[in-house]
C-alpha cells in the first residue's frame, strides 16, 4: 500500500505560479513511477504529467508543455508539480498518483490521493 498526500494548492492570480507538493508513505517510493492528474468542475480527470521511478523520463500533457515541471526526491519520498504561467483553464482539483507502470493518459492508477485545489483567478 501507498500513502499519498498533496499539498500547495491555492487561489493564484493568472501570470503566477505555484508549487504542488505529493508526500508518499507506504512502500518504497522509488519504486513507483508517479503523476499528477487534474479534474475541472463538469469534466473528468485528465493526465498532466508524469515521471519515472528514478526521474529520468517525463511527459506532459500538451496543455502544460513549457508551463510545468514535475521532479521528484526520493531520498525525501516526495514528488513536485512546479506551475508557472498560470491560466484560469488551469483551475481544477489536482491529484497525485502512484503506478508500477510510467504513468500516461491512459495508464491505469494504483493509488491516488485526496486532492488539492488550485484556482486560477483575478
Known amino acids: 500500500q501507498v500513502q499519498l498526500a498533496e499539498s500547495g494548492g491555492g487561489l493564484v492570480q493568472p501570470g503566477n505560479s505555484l508549487r504542488l507538493s505529493c508526500a508518499a508513505s507506504?512502500?518504497?517510493?522509488?519504486?513507483?513511477?508517479m503523476g499528477w492528474f487534474r479534474q475541472a468542475p463538469g469534466k473528468e480527470r485528465a493526465f498532466v504529467a508524469g515521471?519515472?521511478?528514478?526521474?529520468?523520463?517525463?511527459r506532459y500533457a500538451d496543455s502544460v508543455k513549457g508551463r510545468f515541471t514535475i521532479s521528484r526526491d526520493n531520498a525525501k519520498n516526495t514528488m513536485y508539480l512546479q506551475m508557472n504561467n498560470l491560466k484560469p483553464e488551469d483551475t481544477a482539483v489536482y491529484y497525485c498518483?502512484?503506478?508500477?507502470?510510467?504513468?500516461?493518459?491512459?495508464?491505469?492508477?494504483?493509488?491516488w490521493g485526496q486532492g488539492t485545489q488550485v484556482t486560477v483567478s483575478s
Open positions: 507506504g512502500r518504497p517510493f522509488s519504486t513507483y513511477s
Open positions: 498518483a502512484a503506478s508500477t507502470n510510467m504513468i500516461g493518459p491512459s495508464t491505469q492508477i494504483g493509488y
Open positions: 515521471i519515472s521511478w528514478g526521474g529520468s523520463s517525463t
